[in-house]
């Protein structure tokens, strides 16, 4: 069959959901559904067969459940609805739960039910309970209805609550007060609380005089402390006691002022000198403790055995991980043992370094290379170790640089329905080390590592044991994985062929080593690695910004990082499986492989937010005005493409709240009676801004309309006045196109400071005011013209490269630097119809880090740059200076 997921996160059900249909043969599309418009045009353009929503926040729109047979998979058990399924049965202690495939229909989670499973709950956490017992049942209950689906004669159940298995109800989306904590309940009591909400959306609190969201709680039994009280701290978590005990928290989400979004660190990274008082307490990896506590390291051996488990949040690994980890493993190398299994938790193995801590980092950069060596310290030691023979156990999903680490040992076995991505790309085009380039071409050839590292698919553990990544993967739930990874080490340890396999292993790693030693590879990689984080292409960064903010990057944080969050990528799997987040990404037909292509900066997406933006922001001038913004568009005559640009600043004015109106002026007009209208415009105190749409008939001066209009209400910075303030870098109203470029790199977190920035145009509406704006974020700024000498030349050169040329298709891939940001402003309408930009989308795309389309790149910023400068003008001509952090 052929299906599209809709998802909101391509997270682990959708991802387990995808490899498991992949491997049946089936053909799966995973689109991001970021809006109605992307999944719209996904069932236009894929045609599917069957529509499938594993993880949706967003409504799926009526024009497609009407049309097409749409399955939503519900966390809940028959008859339950709402957005807080799970968090509910966790919360009122449910013996019993389940999931619930169902059709959509225009009441949520009330449509006909395909099939369902239930499954006993246990006292865990919303995000391991989803890991494990929901995507184990909503992977059968899938299964149940594909093939329901492919019989055509099945008829979906009605929801009928009359039914005795209809045991569900409609619940509210669950609040934070429903989960609030006294300290004083007993520690089951609040352990359920911040677990039904972990990892979303926390349980927010007050630790210390910080408001923090909780994640990661985990039981004490010794410790013991007044109520509320911080009494512990051990390995970046804090414990703090409850009225019959204690609980460890492992980490903290600072509530951001003002609503601005913030992420999961460990809770003593938050609380920083706050804990000065608290005592340490730590605990050896081999030491014994009387009860449940926190330790994310620690160590038991049994028969010749030394099982070393390590269970980090999410499974990152931060520079600290790694280290302890590896001390631990020297440590435990030292026993008289002869096998060490490394055992991983059972929700992640590892997904690698920790992208939040670095983050959080005074330098990201060179945090981020502290981290990978630390990774690569750690993987070496798995390497080279002769004394032992190790085993991977891989009780939960692992990705990028995890995937890697289980290779260093000898032998790698994972549980049956755990989820691999064996690649790095995904992150801004992250090469990736921690010596991949030896062990993953050890493991499966050096073709299939390519295109395991270009594809960026998950793979399921049956594929990964058929192309040799895994020795094998057995038992679906993870005690009888640890049971059967237990004999398998015993018997590994007490065989007759022992010796004879430590024996075979240390001569392997001499040949390997005398063919080309590990730190050659190691250096090969760090050279990629180092350009990633320090070179000129920041895309890393930005992906990495936009991981940790979920998307929803603070305005503080706009402007300091270069953009690039990794190609859209289309790839074959199965028969011709592909996923992408509402664009048709490049196929490379030839090498049948994913082709790595430019970023696309999608503007109607920054539009969206900044009209977001607005309207709050136009709610407030009601508020402390009386009145919205006023805006008057002044048209002279019929010229057709003015009249459709009016409309749109019109429909946009609307949109979010501006009081707009247009004032059209018969062609004839002449120049008294048009300066007559924009005087009594400067004098109306009901508007706060004026556009004069351009061009003017011949007779009229567009000197004469920029000297005229007030510099108070000139928010097109067509006037000498702003053109002055701009020059010597002071507040003024800015050219919206220009104004709307340096806008979406700032939301693209484009460095300028010392970048080589090259602009084709002169002209006074973009090409000037933007070298200004440009100069002002002290970028190296060149202007480009129609006389410029060997243009191709100097394009090269640039980090940055804005095209404003009006010269259809006019940058060509070869004058564009590897890894550069384009940016298309240009708007050229082509002889047999449609639009294109000055730029050669399809030749650039293949070559630089990010480009803007067209039409959907600078086109819709520069409309909303019109009406915030609206805005901005009404707040200062009310007396208030209000700082909208305009692009200059």
Same mark, same amino acid.
């Given at each position: 069959?052929?299906?599209?997921?809709f998802?909101?996160?391509?997270?682990?059900?959708?991802?387990?959901?995808?490899?498991?249909?992949?491997?049946?043969?089936?053909?799966?599309?995973?689109?991001?559904?970021?809006?109605?418009?992307?999944?719209?045009?996904?069932?236009?353009?894929?045609?599917?067969?069957?529509?499938?929503?594993?993880?949706?926040?967003?409504?799926?729109?009526?024009?497609?459940?009407?049309?097409?047979?749409c399955?939503?998979?519900?966390?809940?058990?028959?008859?339950?609805?709402?957005?807080?399924?799970?968090?509910?049965?966790?919360?009122?202690?449910?013996e019993?739960?389940?999931?619930?495939?169902?059709?959509?229909?225009?009441?949520?989670?009330?449509?006909?039910?395909?099939a369902?499973?239930?499954?006993?709950?246990?006292?865990?956490?919303?995000?391991?309970?989803? /890991?494990?017992?929901?995507t184990?049942?909503?992977?059968?209950?899938?299964l149940?209805?594909?093939?329901?689906?492919?019989?055509t004669?099945?008829v979906?159940?009605?929801?009928?609550?009359?039914?005795?298995?209809?045991?569900?109800?409609?619940?509210?989306?669950?609040?934070q007060?429903d989960?609030?904590?006294?300290w004083?309940?007993?520690?089951?009591?609040?352990?359920?609380?911040?677990?039904?909400?972990?990892?979303?959306?926390?349980?927010?609190?007050?630790?210390? =005089?910080?408001?923090?969201?909780?994640?990661?709680?985990?039981?004490?039994?010794?410790?013991r402390?007044?109520?509320?009280?911080?009494?512990?701290?051990?390995d970046?978590?804090?414990?703090?006691?409850t009225? %019959?005990?204690?609980?460890?928290?492992?980490h903290?989400?600072?509530? =951001?002022?003002?609503?601005?979004?913030?992420?999961?660190?460990?809770?003593?990274?938050?609380?920083?000198?706050?804990?000065?008082?608290?005592?340490?307490?730590?605990?050896?990896?081999?030491?014994?403790?009387?009860?449940?506590?926190?330790?994310?390291?620690?160590?038991?051996?049994?028969?010749?055995?030394?099982?070393?488990?390590?269970?980090?949040?999410?499974?990152?690994?931060?520079?600290?991980?790694?280290?302890r980890?590896?001390?631990?493993?020297?440590?435990?190398?030292?026993?008289?043992?002869?096998?060490?299994?490394?055992?991983?938790?059972?929700?992640?193995?590892s997904?690698?370094?920790?992208?939040?801590?670095?983050?959080?980092?005074?330098?990201?950069?060179?945090?981020?290379?502290?981290?990978?060596?630390?990774?690569? %310290?750690?993987?070496?030691?798995?390497?080279?170790?002769?004394?032992?023979?190790?085993?991977?156990?891989?009780?939960?999903n692992?990705?990028?640089?995890?995937?890697?680490?289980?290779?260093?040992?000898?032998?790698?076995?994972?549980?049956?329905?755990?989820?691999?991505?064996?690649?790095?790309?995904?992150?801004?085009k992250?090469y =990736?080390s921690?010596?991949?380039?030896?062990?993953?071409?050890?493991?499966?050839?050096?073709?299939?590592?390519?295109?395991?590292?270009?594809?960026?698919?998950?793979?399921?553990?049956s594929?990964?044991?058929?192309?040799g990544?895994?020795?094998?993967?057995?038992?679906?739930?993870?005690?009888?994985?640890?049971e059967?990874?237990?004999?398998?080490?015993?018997?590994?340890?007490?065989?007759?062929?022992?010796?004879?396999?430590?024996?075979?292993?240390?001569?392997?790693?001499?040949?390997?080593?005398?063919?080309?030693?590990?730190?050659?590879?190691?250096?090969?990689?760090l050279?990629?690695?180092?350009?990633?984080?320090?070179?000129a292409?920041?895309?890393?960064?930005?992906?990495?910004?936009?991981?940790?903010?979920?998307?929803?990057?603070?305005?503080?944080?706009?402007?300091?990082?270069?953009?690039?969050?990794?190609?859209?990528?289309?790839?074959?799997?199965?028969?011709?499986?592909?996923?992408? %987040?509402?664009?048709?990404?490049?196929?490379?037909?030839?090498?049948?492989?994913?082709?790595?292509?430019?970023?696309?900066?999608?503007?109607?997406?920054?539009?969206?937010?900044?009209?977001?933006?607005?309207?709050?922001?136009?709610?407030?001038?009601?508020?402390?005005?009386?009145?919205?913004?006023?805006?008057?568009?002044? /048209?002279?005559?019929?010229?057709?493409?003015?009249?459709?640009?009016?409309?749109?600043?019109?429909?946009?004015?609307?949109?979010?709240?501006?009081t707009?109106?247009l004032?059209?002026?018969?062609?004839?007009?002449?120049?008294?009676?048009?300066?007559?209208?924009?005087?009594?415009?400067?004098?109306?105190?009901a508007?706060?801004?004026?556009?004069?749409?351009?061009?003017?008939?011949?007779?009229?001066?567009?000197?004469?309309?920029?000297?005229?209009?007030?510099?108070?209400?000139?928010?097109?910075?067509?006037?000498p006045?702003?053109?002055?303030?701009?020059?010597?870098?002071?507040?003024?109203?800015?050219?919206?196109?220009?104004?709307?470029?340096?806008?979406?790199?700032?939301?693209?977190h484009?460095?300028?400071e010392g970048?080589?920035?090259?602009?084709?145009?002169?002209?006074?509406?973009?090409?000037?005011?933007?070298?200004m704006?440009?100069?002002?974020?002290?970028?190296?700024?060149?202007?480009?013209?129609?006389?410029?000498?060997?243009?191709?030349a100097?394009?090269?050169q640039?980090?940055?490269l804005?095209?404003?040329?009006?010269c259809?298709?006019?940058?060509?891939?070869?004058?564009?630097?590897p890894?550069?940001?384009?940016?298309?402003?240009?708007?050229?309408?082509?002889?047999?119809?449609?639009?294109?930009?000055?730029?050669?989308?399809a030749?650039v795309?293949?070559?630089?880090?990010?480009?803007?389309?067209?039409?959907?790149?600078?086109?819709?910023?520069?409309?909303?740059?019109?009406?915030?400068?609206?805005?901005?003008?009404?707040?200062?001509?009310?007396?208030?200076?209000?700082?909208?952090?305009?692009?200059?």
């Amino acid at each position: 069959m052929k299906i599209v997921f809709f998802t909101t996160a391509h997270n682990s059900l959708s991802q387990r959901a995808f490899v498991e249909l992949v491997d049946r043969g089936h053909t799966v599309f995973v689109v991001i559904a970021s809006s109605e418009e992307v999944m719209l045009e996904a069932v236009e353009r894929e045609q599917p067969d069957l529509i499938v929503a594993p993880m949706l926040k967003k409504v799926i729109p009526a024009s497609i459940w009407q049309q097409h047979t749409c399955i939503i998979v519900h966390p809940g058990i028959k008859g339950d609805r709402g957005p807080s399924s799970l968090d509910w049965a966790i919360l009122q202690a449910h013996e019993q739960w389940g999931v619930t495939l169902l059709q959509a229909d225009a009441e949520m989670d009330a449509g006909a039910i395909w099939a369902s499973r239930t499954f006993a709950m246990r006292g865990a956490s919303k995000s391991h309970l989803y /890991r494990h017992e929901v995507t184990e049942a909503a992977i059968e209950a899938l299964l149940e209805m594909i093939a329901k689906c492919e019989s055509t004669t099945f008829v979906p159940e009605p929801l009928d609550y009359s039914r005795e298995d209809v045991r569900g109800c409609l619940q509210a989306s669950m609040k934070q007060a429903d989960r609030a904590i006294d300290w004083a309940e007993p520690s089951a009591s609040i352990l359920r609380k911040i677990r039904c909400a972990d990892s979303y959306p926390g349980i927010l609190d007050t630790v210390l =005089g910080m408001p923090c969201y909780l994640y990661g709680a985990h039981e004490e039994d010794v410790l013991r402390g007044r109520p509320g009280e911080i009494i512990a701290k051990r390995d970046g978590a804090i414990c703090r006691a409850t009225g %019959d005990g204690a609980i460890w928290i492992t980490h903290l989400k600072q509530k =951001g002022p003002d609503g601005q979004p913030s992420f999961k660190l460990p809770a003593t990274q938050v609380l920083g000198d706050r804990l000065a008082h608290v005592p340490h307490v730590p605990l050896a990896v081999d030491q014994a403790y009387d009860g449940r506590t926190y330790r994310d390291i620690w160590y038991e051996e049994r028969q010749a055995v030394g099982y070393l488990h390590f269970d980090f949040y999410n499974g990152a690994m931060s520079t600290d991980h790694c280290q302890r980890l590896r001390e631990a493993f020297l440590l435990i190398r030292r026993r008289p043992t002869k096998v060490i299994v490394l055992m991983g938790g059972p929700d992640f193995w590892s997904n690698g370094i920790h992208l939040n801590v670095i983050e959080a980092a005074n330098d990201p950069a060179q945090e981020s290379w502290r981290n990978i060596q630390a990774m690569n %310290d750690l993987v070496r030691e798995l390497i080279t170790t002769e004394s032992h023979l190790v085993i991977s156990a891989l009780q939960g999903n692992a990705a990028a640089g995890g995937v890697i680490l289980a290779l260093a040992a000898d032998c790698v076995y994972a549980r049956k329905g755990i989820v691999l991505n064996p690649h790095y790309k995904g992150m801004g085009k992250l090469y =990736g080390s921690e010596y991949w380039t030896y062990l993953l071409p050890k493991r499966v050839g050096g073709e299939k590592a390519r295109e395991l590292t270009e594809a960026l698919l998950p793979i399921s553990t049956s594929t990964a044991q058929q192309i040799g990544l895994l020795d094998d993967a057995f038992e679906e739930d993870a005690a009888s994985f640890r049971e059967h990874i237990s004999k398998i080490a015993e018997e590994l340890a007490s065989s007759h062929r022992y010796e004879q396999m430590l024996e075979e292993k240390r001569h392997t790693r001499k040949t390997d080593e005398a063919s080309k030693p590990l730190q050659a590879y190691r250096e090969e990689e760090l050279q990629w690695m180092w350009m990633n984080f320090f070179g000129a292409d920041r895309s890393y960064h930005l992906a990495r910004k936009r991981f940790v903010y979920k998307g929803l990057i603070p305005s503080r944080e706009r402007g300091d990082e270069r953009c690039g969050t990794g190609g859209r990528v289309e790839f074959p799997a199965g028969q011709a499986a592909r996923w992408h %987040d509402g664009e048709q990404p490049a196929r490379d037909d030839y090498c049948r492989r994913a082709s790595m292509t430019a970023e696309i900066l999608n503007g109607r997406a920054m539009s969206a937010e900044m009209k977001a933006e607005l309207r709050s922001e136009v709610r407030r001038c009601v508020e402390n005005q009386g009145q919205a913004p006023g805006l008057v568009i002044v /048209r002279v005559g019929g010229e057709a493409a003015s009249g459709v640009y009016s409309k749109a600043i019109l429909r946009g004015a609307e949109d979010v709240g501006i009081t707009a109106r247009l004032a059209h002026l018969p062609v004839h007009t002449s120049a008294d009676e048009l300066r007559v209208l924009l005087v009594q415009l400067n004098t109306d105190q009901a508007v706060h801004g004026i556009l004069v749409q351009m061009p003017l008939p011949a007779h009229l001066s567009q000197k004469m309309v920029a000297t005229t209009i007030a510099s108070s209400k000139d928010i097109d910075g067509i006037g000498p006045h702003s053109a002055g303030n701009l020059f010597l870098g002071l507040p003024s109203f800015l050219p919206s196109t220009a104004a709307a470029v340096m806008e979406l790199l700032g939301r693209t977190h484009t460095p300028l400071e010392g970048r080589r920035v090259v602009v084709i145009s002169r002209s006074n509406v973009v090409g000037k005011p933007l070298g200004m704006m440009l100069l002002q974020k002290n970028a190296t700024v060149t202007i480009c013209h129609s006389c410029t000498t060997n243009l191709a030349a100097v394009t090269r050169q640039a980090d940055v490269l804005v095209a404003a040329a009006g010269c259809a298709r006019m940058v060509t891939a070869e004058m564009v630097k590897p890894g550069a940001i384009v940016i298309d402003v240009g708007i050229n309408a082509l002889p047999g119809g449609g639009m294109v930009g000055d730029v050669d989308f399809a030749s650039v795309r293949e070559v630089a880090g990010a480009i803007t389309p067209v039409p959907g790149g600078v086109g819709p910023l520069t409309n909303v740059m019109l009406l915030k400068q609206c805005v901005q003008a009404a707040w200062q001509l009310a007396g208030e200076k209000k700082d909208f952090k305009t692009a200059a």
